[in-house]
C-alpha cells in the first residue's frame, strides 16, 4: 500500500509499505478513507522534535473496517469508524474515568501510520466508534476532525470549563484553536474570544461562534483580555500551541479562581511555580482523551449540528502530501485533508 | 503594644509598636487573643526570603473586636472573631466567586502584623466571622487553626477533590498538611496516605484520619504510592510544602485525570511543561481563599466535630516567641501558639 513516512526534516515521501496485517486478535484493519496532517506533525517536520530514523506519519483517520481479530466482538466489515490518536481498551479504570489517553494499555497511532491507504487499530472494541451507516461524503472531513482536531479541542473547552455564563479566551488559531472556539459556543459560553491575526482564522472563528477578535499577542495580549473583562481576566482560558509564551499568555489571561485548559503539545515550556501559585488559576490539559467524546460529537456532526470539517481549507490525494505538509508549515492552509 | 518585629534571618524580636488605629471607615481594631507562628514565616526567618527592612511578623489570629470604623455595619465591640490572612471586601466579583484570598481590595494581614497585641483588620465586615459568644478557651487554638492553616489545608483538599471513594496522599507532615488529612476525612474520603517520617506528627495525621503512611520521599515515594494503589496513583493529592522536589512528587503521585491541590507557598518551583502535559493530572492551588470556609470551618470547631487545635504542641506568651520560631525551624515544634 501507499503511505506517507517522514526521512528528515522537510522530507515528506510517500511510499510503498507494507499492508498491515492482524496482529493481535484485539486488531482491525480499516481502509482508511481520509486522513490528514496535524499540526503536530510540523514539530518532527520542522526538526524541532527529533526524528531518529524515517517515520511513517499519521494519527488522524476515518475508514471502512476490512477485517477484524478474533477477539473483536462489536465491530465487523464494512462499518464506517472513527477512532483517536490513542487506541484504549476503553474498560480500564483510567478510561473508565474518561482519560482514555492514559488507557494502561494505551497504544500512540501515531507509531503506527494513518496517512496510508490502510491501518491496522489495536484495541478496536475500545478505539473504533462505528457512525450509523455510512455517512454521507460531505460529513467526511467533519468526522475526520473529531479524530483529534475537534476532540482535542473540546477536550481544551472542557478542561477551561467553558459554558453557560462564561467568558472564554482561546490562544491559537489553528484547527484546534478552531475547534476550541467551536466547542465553546456549543457548551454553551456567552463571550468567546478569539486570538488571532490570521484573516481566514478570523472568519472561521467568527463562523465557529467567537464573539470578539484580538489581534495583539504576549502581554497586550494579556491587557487586551483583561479590558474585556472588567479587569479580572476571563473565566475560562483554551492553550492551543505548545509554547512558553502561549503558556503564559493564557495563565495571564485567566481570572483567579478561572479555569485553563491547555491542549497545545509542551515544547520547551517551564513554568514558574510562584506564578503559578499566585494566579490561583486550574490548570488541565494533556493528551485529550478523544474517545470519550467520539460518540457526542459523530451525534452533533451526523445531526448536522456542526460542521468543523471546515478547518480542512485544502484537500490533496495522498500521493501529495508533501505539499500538505508544506502549506501548512507556512500557514498557507489550516489543516489539510489527504484522500487516499 | 508589644509586638514581633523581624529584624533580620534568625533576629526575631518582641517590642513596643504604635498601637493600631481606625484608618479606613472600614478597618476594625482587634485585641488579639492568641496568634501563631505560621511554616510561611519560617522563609524570612530563615533567609530564603528577602527582608529589606525589620518587619513586623504574623498573620494568623482571633480576638475581641475592640473598636470599629464609622462604615462597619456587621459587627460591634466585645464580639470574638475569626479573620484569613487576606483582609478581604467578600462582595466583589472575585470574592463572590470563592476566591476571596484574590479579592479585588484584598489586603496582606502579613504587612500589618498580628503577632502583637492589638491588630488593625481591614475591610472587617468582608474580612471577619464571629462566632456564636465567646467561645470556650478550649476552642481558642482551633478557632486560631481555622485563621489559616486548617483553612489552607482545607482548601488544599478541596482543590484536590477529595471526597467519598477517593484515595488522598498528602505530601507534607506541617500543620498545613495535617490539616489536609483533616480536611479529606471530613470530605469523606475512602483512604488517606500520609508522607511523614517524623513521629508525633504521624501520631497526629492518624487521629485526624489518615489510614496509611509513607516514609518514603522523592521517587521511593511516587513508587510506594502506586503501589497502594494498584499502579495508577492517587485521585487526589495534597501539596503542602513549596519545594522542586515536593511538587514533583505530587504531581507524580497523582493519577491520570486525578486532581493536585498545591497550597506549600513556592518557592524555586519551575514546572517542566511537558510532565504536566503528559501527567493529565488537574492542578490547582494557591493562596487559600481561607475566608469562604470560615463559617463552616467555625460550626464544625463550635460543636467540637473537628479539633484541629491539637496542631499546636507549644504554646508561648508572645514575649517568647523568638523560642516559637527556633523550635518550629528545628522542627522540635509542628507549630507554636503566641499568647499576647
Redesign the interface.
Known amino acids: 500500500m501507499r503511505g506517507v513516512v517522514l526521512h528528515a526534516p522537510g522530507d515528506v515521501r510517500v511510499e510503498d509499505r507494507p499492508d498491515p496485517k492482524i496482529i493481535e486478535p484485539t486488531d482491525a484493519i480499516i481502509r482508511v478513507s481520509a486522513a490528514c496532517v496535524c499540526g503536530s506533525d510540523l514539530w518532527p517536520y520542522r526538526g524541532i522534535e527529533k526524528l531518529d530514523r524515517p517515520a511513517p506519519m499519521g494519527h488522524e483517520y476515518v475508514g471502512v473496517v476490512e477485517e477484524v481479530g478474533s477477539q473483536v466482538t462489536t465491530l465487523k466489515p464494512g462499518q464506517f469508524v472513527v477512532g483517536s490518536f490513542w487506541a484504549s481498551d476503553n474498560t480500564c479504570?483510567?478510561c473508565r474515568?474518561?482519560?482514555q489517553?492514559?488507557c494502561?494499555h494505551r497504544v500512540l497511532m501515531g507509531t503506527l501510520g494513518t496517512q496510508a491507504e490502510y491501518a491496522r487499530i489495536p484495541l478496536a472494541d475500545g478505539t473504533l466508534v462505528a457512525t450509523p451507516g455510512l455517512p454521507d461524503a460531505d460529513l467526511v472531513p467533519s468526522l475526520l476532525a473529531a479524530s483529534d482536531v475537534l476532540g482535542t479541542g473540546w477536550f481544551g473547552a472542557v478542561a477551561a470549563q467553558a459554558g453557560p455564563g462564561k467568558t472564554v479566551a482561546v490562544v491559537g488559531d489553528g484547527a484546534v484553536g478552531l475547534c476550541a472556539v467551536l466547542a465553546a459556543k456549543q457548551l454553551g459560553a456567552e463571550r468567546i474570544i478569539t486570538m488571532s491575526r490570521h484573516e481566514p482564522r478570523r472568519q472561521l472563528a467568527l463562523e465557529f461562534g467567537a464573539t470578539d477578535l484580538v489581534t495583539e499577542r504576549g502581554d497586550e495580549g494579556v491587557a487586551r483580555i483583561k479590558e474585556l473583562t472588567?479587569?479580572?481576566g476571563a473565566h475560562s482560558v483554551v492553550e492551543a500551541v505548545?509554547t512558553?509564551e502561549s503558556?503564559t499568555q493564557a495563565i495571564r489571561s485567566t481570572?483567579?479562581?478561572g479555569h485553563m485548559g491547555?491542549v497545545g503539545?509542551?515544547?520547551?515550556?517551564?513554568?514558574?511555580?510562584?506564578e503559578?501559585?499566585?494566579?490561583?488559576?486550574?490548570?488541565?490539559?494533556?493528551?485529550a482523551?478523544v474517545r470519550q467524546y467520539l460518540p457526542e460529537l459523530i451525534d452533533l456532526i451526523v445531526s448536522r449540528e456542526i460542521d468543523p470539517g471546515k478547518v480542512f481549507d485544502l484537500t490533496l490525494p495522498l500521493d501529495r502530501a508533501a505539499e500538505g505538509y508544506q502549506a501548512m508549515d507556512e500557514r498557507r492552509a489550516i489543516k489539510a485533508l489527504l484522500t487516499p
Open positions: 479504570e483510567i474515568s474518561g482519560y489517553s492514559a494502561i472588567g479587569g479580572l505548545g512558553q503558556m481570572r483567579p479562581g491547555f503539545v509542551s515544547h520547551d515550556v517551564s513554568l514558574p511555580g510562584d503559578l501559585f499566585f494566579s490561583l488559576v486550574h490548570l488541565h490539559g494533556g493528551p482523551p
